[in-house]
């Protein structure tokens, strides 16, 4: 298995738990997503990070159970996946990965999969998004009904509280990211699942 390059322009998919632990144990094969967004030229033999979202779908179960919230951390890069490619359901043969395809979906394959020792605190974004941040921010060009009914001195406070909100999560993505690589060059990971492309 060829294991990914140390790059600065790392891909993420935010997937919600139990979804992201299984893809990482090397239990699921596929996420289902919308295949408008998800095309396969694009994405076919790219390693992705995947992100454990941090909105929760084991209800109370979840964070009542010392050992579920072992087993599905939330908020945090878990591993990386390379993409085999992404399929229709009709096109998946192979029955252990057809199990998890759905209808009408965009199948996304993953092939070779890592899992890091200890995962890395990061927070997530909607769709395919880019751990590194871009070097500067701006504020939204368009304003929401409610926003543009702010007055001149609420829209400035509004502005500095994204200002601020943006350079938290901006060094929270550098962070994660030299933590990851870091990771990666001490080759502090588990490979779970690989198969041949």
Known sequence: MNIPGIEYDWKALSIKQPAAS??????????????RQYK???????WIMIHASKTPRLSDQYTTSPGLKDRFPRGAIIGLARIEGVYTANN????????????????ILF?????LHVPVDAPGGLNTWTLKPPPTWSPPRVLSKKDA??????????????????????????????NILLALQRREYVVTRTQTV
């Open 22 to 35: 299984l893809i990482i144990e090397g239990e699921k094969s596929i996420e289902n997503r919308n295949p």
């Open 111 to 115: 092939s070779d999969v890592i899992k």
């Open 149 to 178: 009914t702010l007055s001149p001195d609420d829209l400035r406070d509004w502005r500095k509280q994204q200002e601020a909100k943006y350079r938290v999560q901006s060094l929270s993505k550098r962070v994660a990211l030299i």
């Open 40 to 46: 396969d030229a694009t994405l076919r033999g790219k």
């Open 92 to 107: 998946i043969q192979d029955p252990a990965d057809r199990q998890w395809a759905h209808d009408e979906d965009a199948c």
